[in-house]
């Protein structure tokens, strides 16, 4: 939604949590506007259920792929995504519990992101389409994720990590990338060890800041 804004020149820095797309560069140029990419951080995405649920304390990506990927509609239960999770060499070790999934939606760039980091290689080689499954509670704003993790005892969600580590009520899994469970923390995410990691950018529409120098000031400050 913040490209669209900014593409179409009603903005003159966008935040972002992934890359610019292909397709939303086209839009740019479309309209005229140049847009000037700066990496000022790292995040991490946190993998979260409710601080009451003490039955699991990792999750491989292969896992993650099983419970929300495409192939996941209709699986209610965590225990019902171990048979795809073995299949594809995941820990396999899901409780037998409700499972209740929040997230991100389409409109978010941590939904873009999640889907690149964890399913997006997986689903490509089972001949499926890099997508979340739908039928799970959506939402762009990180607090209303966070409420719908901590409001079920058996939940499972996803944020950025800087909305979710000082969050009560939740607690972050630790998420094992091959290379065994890594856990989410200022240094893991700063290093790139925490599987779930990516850059944020802003992005800057090049004649605006070259006509207004209190843009620019501030994009330098």
Known sequence: DGFELFCNGETDINDASSRIEPEQLEECAANGVEPIE?????DGIAVMTSAGNDSVDCVALEDLYALVGPESQG???WSAANGLARELGGRDR?????????GPGEESGTFVS??????????EARGQVATTRPDYQASADDNVILQ???????SLGWAGYAFARD???????????????????????SSGEYPISRPLFIYVNKAKAEENPA????VDF
């Open 94 to 102: 899901l409780p037998d519990l409700r499972l209740d999934v929040i």
């Open 167 to 189: 969050a009560e009520g939740v607690r972050l899994l630790e998420v094992d990338g091959g290379d065994g469970c890594v856990a989410p923390d200022d240094s893991t995410i």
């Open 38 to 42: 700066l990496p000022i951080g790292n």
């Open 148 to 154: 719908g993790v901590r409001g079920s005892s058996t």
């Open 114 to 123: 999640f889907v690149e980091l964890v399913i997006e290689d997986l689903s």
């Open 75 to 77: 699986v209610d239960r």
């Open 215 to 218: 843009l620019a000031d501030f």
